[in-house]
């Protein structure tokens, strides 16, 4: 099993920035894709960024392209998103995702994740 306990969500005014933490412990798999989804009340989840966990590969929705960056420290086996220039249409709970395998082809789909954190909030003030 994979435990992901997520922080550093918040409130922040618009233009902001905030960086969210994904702390995992449990099984590690070198060939993993950890990812960090959101989802806005009233929406459905949404990919926002992924990262392979033993390669550099990264890979981001639109909306966070120039804006997040998906990051790792795998002594501590953190994953980070650094979250700039925040809009209030970032506001959401951000969760983040675990799986066993590494598929360029499908890091946005929520479902190919096994592992999910308990989310964090992100609220942006206008």
């Known amino acids: 099993q994979v435990q992901l306990v997520e922080s550093g969500g918040g409130l922040v005014q618009a233009g902001g920035s905030l960086r969210l933490a994904c702390a995992t412990s449990?099984?590690?798999?070198?060939?993993?894709?950890m990812g960090w989804f959101r989802q806005a009340p009233g929406k459905e989840r949404e990919f926002v960024a992924a990262?392979?966990?033993?390669?550099?590969?990264?890979y981001y929705a639109d909306s966070a392209k120039g804006r997040f960056t998906i990051s790792r420290d795998n002594a501590k086996k953190t994953v980070y998103l650094q979250m700039n220039s925040l809009k209030p249409e970032d506001t959401a709970v951000y969760y983040c995702?675990?799986?066993?395998?590494?598929?360029?082809?499908?890091?946005?789909?929520?479902?190919?994740?096994?592992?999910w954190g308990q989310g964090t909030q992100v609220t942006v003030s206008s």
């Open positions: 995702a675990a799986r066993e395998t590494f598929a360029v082809g499908t890091v946005t789909e929520s479902a190919r994740y096994a592992y």
């Open positions: 449990g099984r590690t798999f070198p060939t993993s894709t």
């Open positions: 990262i392979g966990w033993s390669t550099s590969y990264t």
